[in-house]
């Protein structure tokens, strides 16, 4: 018997809600920032602001904050990204991750950078927003150490989100307050 067009409308919009409610991860052009403004405390070793604005990503993952809706790409535990079909939703997610990376790339820039820095001011900010794309790659090869880095992540990450106005000017406030300190006191 053929499914009903309105059971399969129902279907399909449970499943459109159920990837819209799944827990997701902090604005990239937040982790960013710090990233950029732990760069601007010590530009002159490179290896340092690596290890530190990568490990910012975590502290700052475990406060609660609100992140934008993905519609293609899922982050949920045991679901695999391999395969993923090349419609719209799919470029919609990579336009809007891009944007908001972009985004943080050249706020970042444009806080801290001097002509001299920018090179370690970039690592700094890529290396703050690299747990996250690596979090889509452990979903497409789930090995070590990738699985390893995901579980920290998972537990790292701040098991509560909040809405959206309060969750996302909260972190506005946040990497201002970052910056602000750094550019006052660094
Ligand atoms: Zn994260």
């Known amino acids: 018997m053929p499914i009903p067009a309105s059971l399969r409308r129902a279907v399909l919009r449970g499943g ?3 990837e819209y409610t799944s827990r997701r991860d902090m604005i990239l052009s937040t982790h960013a920032v710090v990233g950029g403004a732990i760069a601007s405390l010590f530009p002159s070793h490179p290896v340092l602001v690596a290890v530190a604005a990568f490990a910012s990503h975590f502290a700052i993952d475990a406060i609660p904050h609100w992140d934008y ?9 045991d679901v695999n990204n391999r395969g993923l079909p090349a419609d719209p939703r799919l470029f919609y997610d990579l336009a809007l991750i891009g ?8 706020m970042t820039i444009w806080l801290f ?5 920018t ?32 579980r920290f992540h998972r537990w790292a990450h701040t098991k509560r989100t909040l809405s959206w106005p309060l969750g ?8 201002a307050s970052v ?8």
């Open 16 to 18: 459109a809600m159920s």
């Open 69 to 77: 809706p993905l519609r293609a790409i899922k982050l949920k535990r």
């Open 99 to 106: 944007f908001d990376a972009c985004v943080g790339l050249l």
């Open 113 to 117: 950078a001097a002509p001299a820095t």
């Open 119 to 150: 090179g370690v001011i970039v690592l700094g900010a890529l290396a703050g927003m690299l747990p996250d794309p690596l979090r889509v790659a452990h979903r497409m090869f789930p090995k070590q150490p990738l699985t390893t880095l995901q």
């Open 168 to 175: 996302i000017s909260s972190q506005a406030l946040f990497a």
């Open 179 to 186: 910056s602000w300190i750094v550019l006052t006191v660094g």
